[in-house]
């Protein structure tokens, strides 16, 4: 059987690297030994095209219409509250960064809003990130027939070929923000 789930897997070990750094940044913002507010414009960036175009296009467009495809029910099932999940972040991540534009350009008091949306969006994605891994992707494996999966996998190239260099791009981003962070 041809696999379907551990590129997302892999995927989701960056993400999980740059919420760390969203985290640590922010407890940091919070006693005010952390102001780099263009962190917060990267880290933006990539959720947007990274964690959404990159990774969660493969998900909605591909992994869970294939699900939805084979039976799982499109309405309150696990592919159901995934979605609900990527909704509920992309609103974290439109609040986040319009407070940390404000802060980029001088506004006084949005570290709170900045913390608020950046620990809301933390633990929002550790937890989906979790149960995909954990429940959806192997269920997942477990269903879905092998006359389903070569095109699942072409469907996933297709999606990589949209967003050109975006892996390797992304890599680098959170590499050097983790260097800065042990420096
Ligand atoms: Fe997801
Ligand atoms: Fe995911």
Redesign the pocket.
Known sequence: MKDVTSVMVEEHKLILRMIELVEKNTRLAETGLFNDWAFYIDAVDFIRNYADRFH?AK?EDILFKSLVENGMPAENSPVAA?LM??DQGRAYVRNMEAAARKALVGEADQISIVAENAYGYVALLRD?IDK?NNILYPLAERVLPEAMRPAMVEGYARAEEKAPGAGERYRRMVERYETKQAA
Request: no cysteine; net charge negative.
């Open positions: 969660h998900e995934m999940a990527h989906h995909e």
